[in-house]
């Protein structure tokens, strides 16, 4: 072939085989660029969507603590009011118990001993020094356990019962 025919070729030719190439080129540069824009898209997605899953969790775990936070405080303010009831209830029983063994003049081994773990419970939950004087009265009175523990409060029980019956 001819050298004139194959410049007048190649200077037609090549131009277009050229911009056709910078074509396919820039197509493939757009496609690559749009598929990694949508690549960080999903991306930008999942990391918005465990931010937001990540926020809700926080608040849940603010709302579970506020709860946990409410429902000990209850706790403590139960717990206080029955350790207040049972020492409430401990002070009258030894009060009582008291009052009974003074009228009997003496304690059994068994009384001083149910009386004595009664008043060291009694302490225990931070009761004051009311009760105190009454256990060492009680502590004074002689021990005898030749005598049977009769309850003054047994004796008012038998006489209702007597009236009863006669």
Excluded: W
């Excluded at 050229?18 to 493939?28: C, N, R, V, W």
């Excluded at 004087?133 to 523990?149: A, K, Q």
């Amino acid at each position: 072939m001819d050298t004139k025919f194959l410049e007048a070729l190649a200077t037609v030719i090549l131009p277009i085989v050229m911009t056709s190439l910078m074509g396919i080129i820039a197509y493939k540069i757009e496609y690559r660029d749009k598929k990694k824009e949508k690549e960080l898209e999903r991306a930008e997605a999942l990391r918005k969507e465990e931010a937001d899953r990540f926020e809700q969790f926080r608040k849940e775990e603010k709302e579970l603590h506020e709860e946990l936070k409410r429902m000990i405080r209850e706790n403590t303010e139960r717990t206080f009011l029955n350790a207040e009831a049972s020492k409430d209830v401990l002070r009258y029983m030894l009060t009582r118990y008291h009052a009974e063994y003074m009228i009997q003049g003496y304690i059994t081994s068994h009384q001083l001993d149910v009386f004595s773990e009664l008043y060291n419970t009694y302490h225990a939950l931070g009761g004051n020094g009311t009760v105190t004087h009454l256990f060492e009265e009680v502590s004074n009175l002689p021990v005898r356990n030749d005598c049977p523990s009769v309850s003054p409060y047994q004796k008012v029980l038998q006489m209702a019962n007597d009236k009863k019956e006669g």
